[in-house]
């Protein structure tokens, strides 16, 4: 089983960048698909996260209306447009599969898979 996130960058504020979750191992379709933030000296926080069948959308307060989560099951991929980056935006970003096919940020419990970090670093 591996999720592999990609896409992460250094980039100025105000710019975007789009960040992709590869899946492997096991069948993405039945599994909600999250995305999540650590920066240094922060706590863990849920960004954004997709239902299995990509029905339903869920975001941080923080991202709502310049992050948009996307899912091509097909291709196992989920992904994360990330437009009008901001300084505070800079995390190392995690992608991880729930064992539920619902949206939920704030349950990691259910996460039963996480990929490694991407690195997203904006410049002010």
């Known amino acids: 089983v591996q999720l592999q996130a990609s896409g992460g960058g250094l980039v100025q504020a105000g710019g975007s960048l789009r960040l992709s979750c590869a899946a492997s191992g096991f069948t993405m379709d039945y599994y909600a698909i999250g995305w999540f933030r650590q920066a240094p000296g922060k706590e863990h926080e849920g960004v954004s996260c997709i239902s299995a069948s990509g029905d339903s959308t869920t975001y941080a307060d923080s991202v709502k209306g310049r992050f948009t989560i996307s899912r091509h099951n097909t291709k196992r991929t989920v992904s994360l447009q990330m437009n009008s980056l901001q300084p505070e935006d800079t995390a190392v970003y995690f992608c991880?599969?729930?064992?539920?096919?619902?949206?939920?940020?704030?349950?990691?419990?259910?996460?039963?898979?996480w990929g490694q970090g991407t690195q997203v670093t904006v410049s002010s």
């Open positions: 991880a599969a729930r064992r539920r096919s619902v949206v939920d940020l704030a349950t990691t419990s259910t996460y039963a898979y």
